[in-house]
């Protein structure tokens, strides 16, 4: 008998050779036999994925579909079985691209009233704080440090960001007086500090007013100070300081939220008036259920 009894099968199963990497090195000649086209892949779909095709003096006389568990095939079931990538996960809706922007904008600017009413009025120096509710120990550690912030943040950021830096001194300590390790030498808080200060200003980076090596270098430190800094940007902000990780917008730069209108210099609040006017007449003319 020969072998064209298969033949008979291209109606329902169609055929090509079997592929190496379904058999491994030989493919179909290794194994002696053929394998079958779109119509065996409905098969393993729908049925169990094991054919038994009876042949009568070279005729195609049944094909039935058994279950492959319990099988003499059973042991080679999982290995001949098509890998399925795994479904993607499908992306959570996003809110239009100018809501995104006004989301932004208000932890920015410290919440959707101080947005509301931000101006670029530039900030001026205020009075001495008053430090007398922080122990002995901490205040006299906070003083020799807003000395060293008068002395290196006017030239790296500028001078109302060195207004901001120690403003944001200030209330970080205040707030939590442990962000002063005790293991951290003066002049590593004082790096750290600018550094925010800058960041949440959008002042620090590749073509900004600094970069982040300047501020390293200038106050004496072996490391990046950025870490640090997002410990102070954290007490002052209440814990928001990051864009929500499931809302990627391209646009807005990368700044640490400080949270407050007062610790933001006057250039930058005249980019972000811009964008809210912008963003507030994109909602006036997108319809609701945009």
């Not at 050779?17 to 379904?22: H, M, T, Y």
């Not at 036999?33 to 892949?41: E, T, V």
Request: net charge negative; with cysteine.
């Amino acid at each position: 008998m020969g072998n064209e009894w298969y033949e008979d099968l291209a109606d329902e199963l169609g055929h090509h050779d079997w592929r190496e990497e379904e058999f491994g090195d030989g493919g179909a000649a290794a194994h002696g036999g053929r394998s079958w086209g779109p119509g065996w892949s409905s098969v393993q779909r729908e049925g169990n994925g094991l054919v038994r095709i009876t042949v009568l003096h070279g005729t195609v006389v049944d094909v039935d579909y058994p279950p492959v568990r319990g099988s003499k095939f059973e042991h080679l079931d999982q290995r001949l079985l098509p890998r399925r990538a795994a479904p993607p996960i499908p992306m959570a809706p996003q809110p239009p691209e100018h809501e995104l922007k006004l989301t932004w904008l208000e932890a920015v600017a410290g919440g959707a009233e101080a947005l509301a009413v931000l101006d670029d009025s530039p900030l001026v120096p205020e009075a001495e704080p008053d430090l007398a509710q922080l122990s002995w120990p901490v205040r006299t550690r906070l003083e020799r440090i807003l000395a060293r912030i008068d002395e290196y943040a006017p030239s790296l950021l500028g001078p109302e960001g060195a207004i901001v830096a120690r403003r944001l001194a200030v209330r970080a300590v205040s707030a939590r007086p442990t962000v002063l390790s005790t293991s951290d030498r003066d002049q590593a808080n004082v790096g750290a500090i600018i550094h925010a200060a800058g960041k949440g200003n959008d002042l620090v980076g590749p073509g900004k007013w600094v970069l982040a090596k300047d501020i390293q270098a200038e106050c004496g430190l072996s490391s990046s100070p950025s870490q640090r800094a997002r410990n102070f940007a954290d007490a002052v902000s209440g814990g928001r300081l990051d864009w929500p990780s499931s809302w990627m917008h391209r646009e807005t730069p990368a700044v640490i939220v400080l949270g407050s209108p007062d610790l933001l210099v006057s250039d930058f609040r005249r980019i972000l008036i811009a964008e809210r006017d912008l963003a507030l007449r994109l909602r006036a003319v997108t319809p609701a259920s945009a």
